[in-house]
């Protein structure tokens, strides 16, 4: 028989139009040992085999465990279960937030049936919070993380050919902060730096010390506290340390591992202050561990505790607000210390893409917009400082200004001729 349309070969599927216009398609898969009917619809009808097909080889291979009734909090649990390349700390702060957050509001929801308004409207609940439920509003900082984690979940979803796109990846999805959560950098101004430190830096304070540190070298808390003596070079032409431990906190567990980016695993240089401080803090552990511990192996921590082992980083924002209240300065918080040695660094000239270096910082620009604080005795009147002028300016200044001037504009046509061309009314 000739003509008509050809005969369909075994297991490519059925097709048909639908009254939308749209092509359902259906073709079995071998799954588990036993045969599933798979579906869906596409534009036309070959994108409708194209997807069909590669729906088929994604079921029989193993990647498409997925159906329809499949929730978000379900897919989201074993996306982190399998995720790789990441730390045990980071793990645990995505279980959390998904824990707290996102599977209460959200988990029930078919992970078919999310968009990006269902995303919009999940991040507006986030941001506003819900009283009757009493959960509290979530600050900008925690709804970009949780943003960022579905971000990667969804985009694997879109990826294994579970979901048609990332609905995460929508213009406009994404939370911004609203002006209202904009708080601006708080920073001890210079003297109530000197202050702090001679607190904090005080004879016998231990834990001081840490925070006096943190102060001199604008060090993030969790990496002043996994420094280890063998990263630390007090002598040669430039004293300096590297940054390759760090000790970080999640829920109720601290994580000591390697930083999280290439930027800050880095080499930070010591002033004299900071070499004084921690030579005066080696020479204190050894006495201390000598008439304690005579036995045992010095601690290869920097600010190890008096037992030796490294300090749990939670414990210090008790400690700040001790010193800060024993100092008579404003009490802030312990990563304000960081703001502190930023602004004050730049108010001292140190240009920024060197501080950023510094800090472990990916782009100076984010050095500037959300560490650098602004002191009153900076926006002092700027004067040009512009040169006298000479007597016979005047005379100098038309021949250059005529100079500049295009040339004498040309005669205006006649009247008749600027009728021909059109030019008058």
Request: with cysteine.
């Amino acid at each position: 028989m000739t003509g008509g349309k050809p005969r369909r070969k075994h297991g490519d599927g059925s097709y048909r139009v639908l009254p939308s216009g749209r092509v359902e398609w259906r073709i079995s898969a071998k799954v588990g040992g036993k045969s599933k009917t798979l579906t869906g619809t596409a534009d036309t009808e070959p994108k409708a085999r194209a997807v069909a097909r590669k729906a088929k080889v994604d079921a029989e291979a193993g990647r498409l465990a997925l159906n329809r009734t499949v929730t978000l909090g379900a897919y989201l649990e074993g996306w982190l279960k399998g995720r790789d390349g990441i730390s045990e700390s980071t793990r645990r702060k995505y279980d959390d937030l998904l824990r707290l957050h996102v599977l209460p509001e959200a988990g029930a929801l078919k992970l078919a049936a999310v968009n990006a308004a269902t995303l919009r409207e999940f991040y507006g609940l986030l941001r506003e919070g819900d009283p009757a439920r009493k959960r509290g509003a979530l600050g900008y900082s925690s709804r970009r993380q949780i943003h960022n984690i579905l971000h990667a979940a969804l985009g694997q979803a879109a990826a294994d050919g579970l979901i048609p796109g990332n609905p995460a990846a929508v213009p406009g999805v994404r939370p911004t902060q609203a002006a209202r959560e904009v708080e601006p950098v708080r920073a001890f101004t210079p003297l109530q730096a000197a202050r702090f430190l001679a607190v904090a830096d005080a004879e016998g304070e231990r834990t001081g010390q840490v925070l006096a540190f943190l102060l001199l070298t604008g060090m993030r808390r969790g990496e002043v506290l996994g420094l280890r003596w063998e990263h630390v070079t007090l002598g040669g032409k430039v004293p300096a340390l590297r940054v390759v431990i760090q000790r970080t906190v999640s829920g109720s567990r601290v994580f000591e591992g390697p930083p999280k980016t290439r930027h800050a695993r880095r080499m930070v240089p010591l002033s004299p202050e900071a070499v004084t401080l921690l030579e005066r803090v080696r020479a204190r552990t050894a006495e201390e561990h000598a008439a304690l511990y005579p036995d045992a192996p010095a601690s290869p921590y920097v600010f190890p505790s008096l037992r030796g082992g490294p300090y749990d980083p939670s414990n210090f924002t008790r400690v700040m607000k001790r010193v800060c209240q024993a100092a008579k300065v404003p009490v802030l918080a312990v990563h304000d210390l960081r703001h502190t040695f930023a602004s004050l660094a730049a108010f001292r000239g140190i240009r920024v893409e060197v501080l950023s270096r510094i800090l472990g910082h990916s782009d100076p620009a984010f050095t500037l917009r959300q560490y650098r604080h602004l002191y009153p005795e900076e926006l002092a009147p700027v004067s040009l400082e512009l040169p006298p002028v000479p007597e016979d300016a005047e005379g100098e200044g038309g021949e250059a200004l005529g100079a500049l001037l295009p040339p004498e504009a040309p005669a205006l046509a006649s009247p008749a001729r600027r009728k021909r061309k059109g030019l008058e009314a």
